[in-house]
């Protein structure tokens, strides 16, 4: 039986900048702010994405990240992508990594804390997201990364925004991408981009305080031998990285 249609962009719904900020100040630890940076600004699927990542994926030198996705690996070199390494990202996963005991292998996952399947995630991020006084939304994890398909949209041509959010064209223009307020106000103003208010600047500051890493810093594993190390900071890890898929398809 052929299933139905489920486009519905009713439910669809841009998540500002200014929004998740609201919603990082809120949660509980540094794990849970990388489960809610990666779903808005790496645009991964929510949960295997997440907790399938290895210190070993995180890739300083070239400047990217490791994703396998359960969901896309019965197609052909669909088993795994690369997401760049957005600032957003790096800062995130810098934070989890100054918790991250001596010794631990490259091998071990980047979150530890949310992996039970009691954990009932889309619940906690529901009283994350009430705590911060953000209006509810529907579909959390899917908004969160239908927006950062639509903000790179903005940013990147078509090929490499599906690469790195690993779907195809068709498909984002059915589940994710929207229309904004602001691409009205950009016609409006005969094709132009519309300058940010201040508190608009002000939001994505707060948003993403640290734009570069200071230097000497990285995600250095103690115990662990480096593959290579970054011209002038001995710490980072990189590692080579075998393919792997170990948990089941997950929903969209």
Known sequence: MKAGSQKNHARMHFVTREVIGKVLAECPDAQWELIVVLSRYG??????????????DVDEVRDRLLVRSPKTEHHEGGGQREVPLFPEIRKALAEVWKEVPAGTLDTAPVITRYRQTNSNLRTQFQRITERAGVTPLPRLFHNLRSSRQTESAQEHPDYLVTAWLGNSEQVARDHYLQVRDEDFARAAAGGEAVEPSAED???????????????????????VTPNKKRPGNPGVLVSAVTPAGFEPASPP
Not at 211 to 216: E, F, T, V
């Open 201 to 223: 600047r002000a939001s994505a500051a707060r948003a993403n305080p640290v734009r570069h890493p200071a230097a000497g810093g990285g995600m250095a594993s103690p115990g």
């Open 43 to 56: 645009g991964l699927r929510f949960p295997s994405e997440h907790l399938g990542l290895r210190w070993r």
